[in-house]
Every structure is written in C-alpha cells, then in structure tokens.
C-alpha cells in the first residue's frame, strides 16, 4: 500500500515552501477540486494540489498531495510513496487515521493515559478501562448537545463540565445548583437534564439538576 505521512503548516511549524507554490496555495490556481467520499461530512469538497518533492536522504521523489478548503485553516500536507492510489482514496485514508490519531491524542492529553497511578498491571489495566469509559461518556454526551455533537472531550469540559456549584442533599434526594453561563441554554433544551435522575448505586436516590442566575 505504501507510506502516507500527514502534516499540517501552522505557526508552529518548522516546514516552509517556496514563494510560487505558497502563492498557488493562496490563489488556489492549478489546484483540482475533489469531493470527500463516505460519511455525511461539513466540508464535502477540498481543494488539491499534487507535485514531487525530493526529500535529503531519500533516493526516490515522493508524491506530495496540499489539500485546502476542507473545515482546517491552514493546509495539510500529505506525502506518500504511494502512486498506485488516486488521490481521492489517499485523502480518504489520511481522514480515517486522523480521527484515530486524535481520539489517541485526547485520551493522553486529556485523560493523561500515559500518567499511570501505578506498575501493578491490574491498576493499569482499570485506569485504561475508566479513562475508556470516561471517553466514551463524553462522546455519548456530545450527541445530545446542538452544535458540539463532534467536539472532543476538552472542549466539552471547558464548556459545561468545568464550572463550580452547591450540591444538596435533603435527606432523601440530591440537588446539584449551578451558576448560569453561556453555554447554558443549550443544557436547558436537553430534556432529560431537566428531570430528576434515579441513581441505582445510590439506593435509587434522585439527582436533580438546576440552573441559578
């Protein structure tokens, strides 16, 4: 199949291109439009520019595919050894790593998956599952939330998560008071948040949550 390295030009980067081609990037002259196949997408077009580029130390030219106009403000920058492929199946493959990739780079920067409490292997092997479950508990939250139904889970804790509040406990129920702020009307329209919530490991206790100003 061959190799396929993806990287993007960004303020951060060390990679820099000529004036000519920096200028067909900008323009988008002699850039072919392409359509992104598969799953319903926001950007369902993109802009491509293929040419060789020889790399020190490697004998052969590679294939270099710059794609814009597809949801990322700067260009990615795509080279394989691939020339079997179209370009349309090469990009195709680089958007189903990159999902993998960033799904990777949210359980290590976010859960800190790599920052392991313990060496016992048991330990390990629970804090993969809870870090898992936790993942899978943002994802499954996202899907109820307009707007944010494909945002990762720090955005989804910067938003509605991280925020202080008073937890009550009556005796018999549990209330959870929390401040307004901009994000909450889009809370307030998920239905089930406005009822209160049976916890079975609670002895079937309720959980309700409101919203102050």
Same mark, same amino acid.
């Given at each position: 199949?061959?190799?396929?390295?993806?990287?993007?030009?960004?303020?951060?980067?060390?990679?820099?291109?000529?004036?000519?081609?920096?200028?067909?990037?900008?323009?988008?002259?002699?850039?072919?439009?392409?359509?992104?196949?598969?799953?319903?997408?926001?950007?369902?077009?993109?802009?491509?520019?293929?040419?060789?580029?020889?790399?020190?130390?490697?004998?052969?030219?590679?294939?270099?595919?710059?794609?814009?106009?597809?949801?990322?403000?700067?260009?990615?920058?795509?080279?394989?050894? %691939?020339?079997?492929? +179209? #370009? &349309?199946?090469?990009?195709?493959?680089? *958007?189903?790593?990159?999902? !993998?990739? %960033?799904?990777?780079? +949210? #359980? &290590?920067?976010?859960?800190?998956?790599? *920052?392991?409490?313990?060496? !016992?292997?048991?330990?390990?092997?629970?804090?993969?599952?809870?870090?898992?479950?936790?993942?899978?508990?943002?994802?499954?939250?996202?899907?109820?939330?307009?707007?944010?139904?494909?945002?990762?889970?720090?955005?989804?804790?910067?938003?509605?998560?991280?925020?202080?509040?008073?937890?009550?406990?009556?005796?018999?129920?549990?209330?959870?008071?929390?401040?307004?702020?901009?994000?909450?009307?889009?809370?307030?329209?998920?239905?089930?948040?406005?009822?209160?919530?049976?916890?079975?490991?609670?002895?079937?206790?309720?959980?309700?949550?409101?919203?102050?100003?």
């Amino acid at each position: 199949m061959g190799t396929v390295v993806v990287f993007r030009s960004n303020h951060q980067s060390r990679f820099s291109f000529h004036s000519p081609l920096r200028r067909t990037i900008r323009e988008g002259k002699g850039m072919v439009r392409g359509a992104q196949q598969g799953q319903q997408r926001k950007h369902q077009t993109f802009l491509a520019y293929e040419s060789e580029v020889t790399l020190k130390g490697c004998p052969k030219p590679l294939r270099q595919i710059i794609m814009k106009d597809h949801g990322r403000a700067e260009p990615t920058f795509v080279l394989t050894n %691939n020339r079997a492929m +179209e #370009l &349309v199946e090469i990009l195709s493959v680089y *958007a189903r790593r990159w999902r !993998i990739e %960033n799904k990777l780079a +949210e #359980l &290590v920067d976010f859960f800190h998956l790599n *920052a392991l409490s313990s060496p !016992i292997m048991v330990r390990i092997f629970f804090d993969l599952l809870l870090s898992v479950i936790a993942s899978l508990l943002y994802r499954r939250f996202a899907q109820d939330l307009p707007r944010f139904e494909k945002k990762l889970a720090p955005d989804l804790f910067r938003h509605f998560v991280d925020m202080p509040g008073r937890v009550r406990f009556d005796g018999r129920d549990f209330e959870v008071r929390i401040r307004k702020r901009a994000h909450t009307p889009i809370l307030l329209g998920v239905k089930k948040l406005q009822e209160a919530i049976a916890i079975p490991w609670l002895k079937g206790r309720r959980l309700k949550i409101t919203f102050t100003s």
